[in-house]
């Protein structure tokens, strides 16, 4: 479904827990990082498909979660044509967005990566909010600028003075990205690549591809 400019609609989802931290997930079998999102499909509007993506991506349902604020209008971003399907060349140009805020009311234990049989992430972790843009995609880039500095005002405890408080959290957290992690960091390896997660994240491997459940698929098989 896609707008007369070719523009897909589709929601995004920023989810802090109880200190104001937001939900980073490490998309599958990637070294990309980036909040929950999804098409918004024929029928619905942006807050049910918001609801229904949280689940798909994250496992939560709307009782696990308060909707603190959301974005006005449409965020749009462009995708580079190596990204598009041959097919859809021409006539498919990218996503427009609506962004919501949500705060965790449930606990850390409801998120489930495993919710479907087609899951998005295979790591998830609580980020300071000014995440560190470098590990996204790089046309998602400027669309999640736009998004955390607009709903920024709506956040609980977060100090907020105006749009150049993204450029200083933005600058102090490449700083300390850039430093490395310390002995801390867990390293996994999928399908011969090796990745690095940063302190607290949590690493949920698919059971089809890996090594771990490569080894319970041959004891179910024997």
Avoid: C
């Amino acid at each position: 479904m896609l707008d007369r400019d070719g523009f897909r609609p589709n929601v995004g989802i920023i989810l802090l827990n109880h200190k104001s931290q937001v939900f980073w997930g490490k998309r599958i079998r990637t070294h990309s990082w980036q909040f929950p999102q999804g098409g918004i499909d024929r029928g619905e509007n942006p807050e049910q498909a918001m609801f229904r993506e949280l689940h798909e991506e994250v496992g939560l349902m709307p009782q696990h979660v308060h909707v603190l604020a959301r974005t006005r209008d449409w965020l749009r971003y462009e995708v580079p044509d190596r990204f598009i399907r041959r097919d859809a060349r021409g006539h498919y140009k990218g996503q427009k967005q609506i962004w919501f805020l949500l705060q965790l009311v449930g606990h850390d234990w409801d998120l489930n990566l495993r919710a479907t049989d087609h899951p998005e992430f295979d790591a998830w972790r609580w980020n300071d909010y000014w995440v560190p843009l470098d590990v996204v995609v790089e046309f998602k880039r400027g669309v999640y600028e736009m998004a955390l500095t607009e709903l920024a005002r709506f956040v609980p405890h977060l100090d907020w003075h105006g749009d150049s408080r993204f450029d200083n959290h933005h600058h102090r957290y490449h700083n300390h990205h850039d430093r490395g992690h310390g002995a801390d960091s867990g390293h996994f390896s999928r399908s011969g690549m090796a990745f690095e997660l940063p302190p607290g994240a949590s690493f949920e491997p698919d059971p089809q591809t890996s090594q771990m459940g490569a080894v319970e698929k041959r004891k179910n098989e024997n």
